[in-house]
């Protein structure tokens, strides 16, 4: 089968798994409906397997190939299809997405088993799967569009699975409303480029391209920042970051899959696929680069203090996505596309443990709460302590490899980008020190009343509420369920995450610089026409960069060690003397509220003054009851004519009969 | 005695019928009068029949007689059937088309 | 000529003066009796017009037995003598006016009419002009249609008088109903005792 066919598989499978699980789940009895889901991404993966093997056969230069199923819009001018673009960079990503998305689920049949709403998770979840390869595989900016939005729809459904909680409502809404800022941007920078190039499909544009726009011509620099905003909102970068420390309301496999995993990755996608827009309009780049440098900065920084699991890790996620765009942006498209990839393992698999230890916690989330679980939890702890590692950047781990060469490009490009580089070594001490925080403060030390019972085998059911509020709370559909899953008990989550720990630990096996380059040589089809082609650093830079990033991370999971395990009173004084710069960070920079006085009032309040002074006022009073009044005072007369008596009617008769008659003597003289 | 005496008298006894039926409140008394107007319309009918020389005229002022006749009939009816019901027998009282 | 032309006087005058009687007398029962006297003056001058099967037909249906009718209801209804001066204001006060504009009306149409047979008593016309012989034979020819349809009204007329008058079943007597303006509204159902 050719490469495109496997490719409208790919999208096929969730499709149908989505309509099949949400349809019938009546019919569907206990887990089937984990299963039939499951099912289906895993048939996209193998379809993607045979796509990926198809395009192989091809020719080198034949690997970009176009296939279009229905023309959508036709007019003049303007033409959009139904057309997927099968090239490496796709096939790449439809594997990470599938692949990672087969294990979620795999990891979801357990843990979301006795939550009432069990196949409305998985129909949603197979939406989301089928939104996402829809958007990667797209092959013109329509198509593009359309998966972009159905992630975001997906995304606020997931986050606000759990509808009752009103935590997760808003968290849900706020998530929705800085996507549609993204939508915006997005559909704006189409338009613009639609507007130079007049084309819509990617081949064309970009084809287009240098011939429609100079180097840094403001269109091209405009259309690339809007996009640039449509990338940042979905993918969380300052300062549309808000939205995802909120959306861990939703349950931990979501948090997995659309927050660490697939939807945050898609700005980073975008960049990479409208690479040669971004060459053409280095200053856009530039401030890609400038955003994801401070963007990686802020959250390590946060993400040090962060109190809340879950929150620690989307922080990180922030963090590490940020290494991607900048990565992208200084033209290391392999070393961020790797990335991509190898943070999606070791995420992924970090959040399916701290998803195993909150269950053992009964639903509590605190990290203040959490500790010694290392007996109680070896699975988990072994696999959580494998993707820290992965994530710190623990040499040879596949974080070392993707992460550090990211930084070794930056300082290679030289001028101002030394400087984005120095800070992304800072922020990987930083982000060696955390994960090491998040590891030694959950499952060292002593063992707290939780893990003391699991030790003896008995699960802890603690009181139902809400983790954020404590609010009370039923088992009821629309909130959690009544069990709790914990991975050593649990083969689904076990597979899932020893096949996420196993790759994150080989996964950097595809990038070893001078040793194998299959990783880059394998995306070159699509990023050759790069002018960054031949600027990449020779092995021994990278071999040094590298180095400089593993003993950063072994520098920073020392520190951790000290301060958490060998010397507490170290951390109180620290706490005492950098008392500032810790609630600095505690309080995420204080940007939400921020967001709240700037942005979130004033329309608040412009929205209360519609209602009464625009609405009720001017609308209802004086339009509307204008209206009434007029038509009132018009008719007032014909009205007085009806008086109900009938001398008036028989007068008036009488006088019109004499007025005809008049009329008809003038006539006739 | 020419045919435009007797229209001319026709006409006057038909203004005065209208006049009636303006002027009085009693609709047993503008019942009287819609009569007069009807027996007014007779009289041209005639006169104008016995000027064209053929009797259709004085045809059509017998149906006019039947149809008066029932007019009257229902009329008063209506008239006997307020009174039953106790409401004042004045037109200026009844206006309940008022709109 | 000369006698027909004084009868046409004569008639022409009772004529006015019934119709005058009855727009202008106050008691209703005095109005009815002038409107029979109008009636015959008018038979006469049908009489003159050579209408003579109409002639009778007005005095022996419309003065005999549609008067009767209506005398037999102002007996019943009774009629209280309205003041002289009516209490409707603007539209009674004018109403004689608008008549009078449209009697002047009418007779400029009729008198400066260029109608030339207007100004001649009529054509020459046979012995039984007006008979009842001819008007049967009329009505049984020519206007067959038209006879048939005024019977036909006659018919509704009958019914529709004694579903009018008759007496509604259920309802207490009116006249035993103290203070009642009137038990039964014609619009809506029966009113509650007290309003």
């Known amino acids: 089968m050719s490469p495109t066919a496997y490719g409208w598989l790919v999208l096929a499978f969730p499709l149908v798994g989505t309509l099949v ?34 395009l192989l056969d091809q020719p080198e230069e034949e690997r970009q190939l176009v296939s279009s199923a ?161 990338a940042f909102a979905k993918s969380a970068q300052l300062p549309l970051h808000t939205w995802l420390p909120d959306a861990m309301e939703g349950p931990t496999p979501v948090s997995a899959l659309i927050h660490a995993a697939t939807m945050v990755t898609a700005g980073v996608y975008l960049i990479a696929r409208c690479h040669p827009l971004f060459e053409l309009a280095p200053a856009a780049a530039d401030v890609g680069a400038i955003i994801g440098t401070a963007t990686l900065l802020f959250a390590a920084t946060v993400a040090m203090a962060a109190t809340d699991l879950k929150r620690v890790i989307a922080y990180s996620t922030i963090s590490q996505i940020g290494y991607m765009v900048l990565g992208v942006s200084v033209a290391a498209y392999g070393a961020g596309l790797f990335h991509l990839m190898t943070h999606a393992f070791f995420k992924a698999l970090l959040f399916m443990g701290a998803g195993s230890v909150i269950g053992a916690m009964g639903g509590i989330q605190s ?19 494998v993707g820290a590692l992965a994530l710190a950047g623990f040499p040879f781990f596949s974080g070392f490899f993707s992460k550090d060469e990211i930084l070794a490009y930056t300082l290679n490009r030289g001028g101002g980008y030394v400087v984005l580089g120095v800070v992304g070594y800072i922020a990987a001490l930083m982000t060696a020190f955390y994960a090491g925080r998040m590891v030694f403060r959950v499952f060292f030390g002593p063992p707290v009343s939780e893990a003391r019972e699991l030790e003896q085998g008995l699960l802890h059911h603690g009181e139902h509420a809400n983790p954020a509020t404590g609010e009370a709370e039923d088992t009821d559909v629309g909130f959690p369920g009544a069990e709790h899953h914990v991975a050593e008990r649990e083969w689904p989550m076990k597979a899932a995450m020893a096949a996420l720990a196993v790759l994150a630990v080989i996964g950097g096996v595809l990038g070893i610089p001078g040793v194998t380059d299959t990783f880059e040589r394998f995306l070159e089809p699509t990023f050759e026409d790069s002018r960054f082609h031949d ?120 006088v019109g009969v004499s007025g005809l008659v008049l009329y008809f003597l003038i006539v006739a003289s | 005695m020419d045919t435009s005496w007797f229209v001319v008298l026709s006409a006057f006894i038909f203004c005065i019928g209208a006049a009636g039926v303006l002027t009085r409140r009693s609709p047993l008394v503008i019942l009287l009068c819609l009569e007069l107007m009807l027996n007014a319309g007779n009289l041209a009918l005639i006169a104008f029949s016995r000027m064209a020389g053929n009797q259709d005229g004085q045809v059509f002022a017998l149906i006019v007689m039947v149809v008066a006749a029932c007019e009257v009939v229902i009329g008063l009816g209506i008239i006997v059937a307020m009174y039953r019901r106790r409401l004042p027998i004045d037109v200026d009282a009844m206006s309940e088309l008022r709109g | 000529m000369l006698f027909e032309q004084i009868l046409f006087f004569i008639a022409g005058l009772g004529a006015i003066g019934g119709a005058l009687g009855v727009v202008m007398l106050r008691n209703p029962f005095y109005s009815v009796l002038s409107l029979v006297g109008h009636l015959i003056a008018l038979a006469l001058l049908f009489l003159l017009l050579r209408a003579d099967f109409l002639a009778a037909a007005q005095v022996v249906v419309y003065a005999g037995a549609v008067m ?82 005024a019977s036909f009204l006659l018919l509704v007329a009958a019914v529709g008088a004694v579903v009018l008058a008759r007496k509604r079943r259920g309802l207490e007597d009116p006249e035993t109903a103290p203070g009642v303006m009137s038990a039964h509204d014609a619009i809506s159902g029966p009113k509650e005792a007290a309003r």
């Open chain 1, 21 to 54: 699980v949400a349809l019938g789940w009546k019919a569907l009895p206990g887990r089937l409906p984990g299963w039939i889901a499951s099912a289906a991404i895993g048939l996209s993966f193998v379809a993607s397997l045979g796509m990926l093997v198809s």
């Open chain 1, 70 to 230: 229905y023309t959508y819009l036709e007019t003049a001018g303007m033409s959009a299809d139904l057309s997927i673009l099968v090239d490496p960079l796709s096939v790449f990503m439809c594997l990470v997405v599938s692949g990672v998305s087969f294990l979620i689920h795999l990891y979801s049949i357990s843990y979301m088993t006795s939550d009432r709403g069990y196949s409305r998770f998985f129909a949603y979840l197979n939406f989301f799967v089928f939104s996402m390869l829809l958007l990667v595989l797209a092959g013109n900016f329509v198509l593009l569009i359309v998966g972009w939005a159905f992630v975001g729809a997906a995304s606020y459904l997931l986050i606000s699975f759990w509808y009752r909680r009103t935590t997760a409502t808003a968290a849900g809404i706020k998530a929705f409303v800085i996507n549609v800022i993204g939508d915006v941007g997005l559909v704006i920078g189409a338009f613009l480029l639609f507007d130079g190039t007049g084309a819509l499909d990617y081949v064309g544009v970009f084809e287009a391209a240098p011939d429609a726009f100079a180097t840094n011509d403001p269109q091209i620099v405009a259309a690339c920042l809007m996009i640039l905003v449509g």
């Open chain 3, 68 to 149: 009767v009718l209506y005398v037999f209801v102002v007996a019943y209804v009774g009629g209280s003598d309205e003041p002289l001066r009516p209490e409707g204001g603007g539209v009674s006060a004018l109403g004689p006016l608008f008549a009078l504009a449209l009697f002047v009306e009418l007779t400029i149409a009729v008198v400066g009419s260029s109608l030339g047979a207007l100004d001649s008593p009529g054509r020459d016309i046979a012995a039984g002009f007006g008979s009842p012989g001819e008007i049967g034979k009329l009505l049984l020819t020519d206007f067959l249609v038209a006879f048939e349809a």
């Open chain 1, 367 to 385: 990290l203040d709460r959490m500790g010694g679980f290392r007996k109680a939890m070896p699975f988990t702890f072994v696999t959580f302590t």
């Open chain 1, 535 to 654: 600027t990449a650093p020779g092995d021994g830079a990278e071999w040094l960069g590298l180095a400089a990033g593993g003993v950063f991370a072994l520098i920073g999971l020392a520190a951790a060690y000290h301060y958490l395990l060998r010397d507490p009173e170290l951390r109180l004084v620290t706490r005492r003397r950098f008392g500032r710069l810790h609630t600095l960070f505690v309080n995420k920079w204080y940007f939400d509220e921020i967001f709240e006085a700037a942005v979130v009032r004033p329309v608040a309040a412009t929205g209360r003054f519609g209602r009464t002074v625009v609405e009720s006022t001017f609308v209802q009073g004086v339009i509307v009851g204008g209206t009434v009044g007029l038509v009132r005072a018009g008719t007032s007369f014909a009205r007085s004519i009806q008086t109900g008596e009938l001398r008036s009617y028989a007068a008036l008769l009488l």
